[in-house]
């Protein structure tokens, strides 16, 4: 079955740097686009970024543009997502997606807290 398994937040301090990882199995990883999502405490989940399945083409949301860097490594089926100069608005649950076969499957999610 298709697995999502994301890695790497924690607590940070503002203008500090954190390296998300998304591990997958179950599907061929290299075919799919992929997406990074979070959700911060009483508001929706929104997309942060997203990346081809060439890894070819890349977008992002407007407030992390020039922040973070999606990435993939298709020989790992890993997706990451690099976070710098981060700010606390940048607080918020980060979750990793793909939409395989007519179904979206999400992770569980990983907690990222920007604060002093």
């Known amino acids: 079955q298709v697995q999502l398994v994301e890695s790497g937040g924690g607590l940070v301090q503002p203008g500090g740097s954190l390296r998300l990882s998304c591990a997958t199995s179950?599907?061929?990883?290299?075919?799919?686009?992929m997406n990074w999502y979070r959700q911060a405490p009483g508001k929706e989940r929104e997309l942060v970024a997203s990346?081809?399945?060439?890894?070819?083409?890349?977008n992002y949301a407007d407030a992390v543009k020039g922040r973070f860097i999606i990435s993939r490594d298709n020989t790992k089926a890993t997706m990451y997502l690099q976070m710098n100069s981060l700010k606390p608005e940048d607080t918020a649950v980060y979750y990793c997606?793909?939409?395989?076969?007519?179904?979206?499957?999400w992770g569980q999610g990983t907690q990222v807290t920007v604060s002093s």
């Open positions: 990346i081809s399945s060439a890894n070819i083409g890349t």
């Open positions: 997606r793909t939409f395989y076969e007519g179904r979206t499957y």
């Open positions: 179950g599907f061929t990883f290299s075919m799919y686009a």
